[in-house]
């Protein structure tokens, strides 16, 4: 069983700002594969299913950015799973809009939603790193990452999404080169 946690913050307001793209994500893969109905746990929004062979639990924590450790860290022991196990899902400044990356443990960058995930459980965990561009300078940062997706980076934004959730398979077998490799050769036809 592994544990994938989108961050983002909650609420209507929040629903198509850079910062929601890890809840964005989860709720592609939830449609693409069929997943259970949303229950209320773990201080958040939990649902159920399958891909491929792999039982998936993807979680959306209610607690606002950057109070998701607690939600994480909730379901994590409730299931018994260990850090190996978990998977988050977030808005990377430091990538060009719409680049996806995996990678295991590795800095904070300053976003929040990691560091109380860290905090909460150490820094060993595996993040899929959604690229939001930086605004270019960092008085910018907090606007930038707050703000909507422009209407101009709908279709790209749709594309990396679908991208995600198309290739999630490999994620969910723990390839992530393949994840990444065939995420990006499906953005670029």
């Known amino acids: 069983m592994l544990l994938w946690a989108g961050l983002g913050n909650p609420g209507p307001q929040h629903a198509m700002q850079r910062h ?8 592609v893969i939830a449609d693409m594969h069929g997943f259970g109905p949303v229950q209320k746990k773990f201080q958040g929004w939990l649902q159920e299913g399958r891909i491929g062979g792999e039982k998936i639990l993807l979680l959306k ?4 950015m950057n109070e998701s450790g607690r939600s994480v860290g909730e379901a994590l022991r409730f299931y018994k799973l260990g850090i190996e196990a978990l998977t988050v899902f977030h808005d990377e400044l430091d990538l060009a809009p719409f680049k996806v990356k995996v990678r295991t443990g590795g800095g904070l960058a300053g976003h929040n939603g ?30 930038y990452v707050l703000g909507n ?12 999404l679908a991208a995600v959730s198309s290739e999630a398979a490999w994620l969910a077998k723990g390839d992530d080169a393949r994840f990444m490799s065939d995420v990006a050769l499906r953005q670029q036809s």
């Open 61 to 64: 924590p209610a607690t606002y």
């Open 149 to 160: 997706y422009a209407k101009a980076e709908m279709d790209d934004l749709t594309d990396m």
């Open 20 to 27: 929601n793209v890890g809840f964005m994500a989860l709720d």
């Open 114 to 143: 990691l560091r109380s995930i860290d905090q909460h459980l150490g820094p060993d965990f595996r993040r899929v790193r959604l690229g939001i561009g930086h605004p270019g300078h960092k008085d910018r940062v907090h606007g």
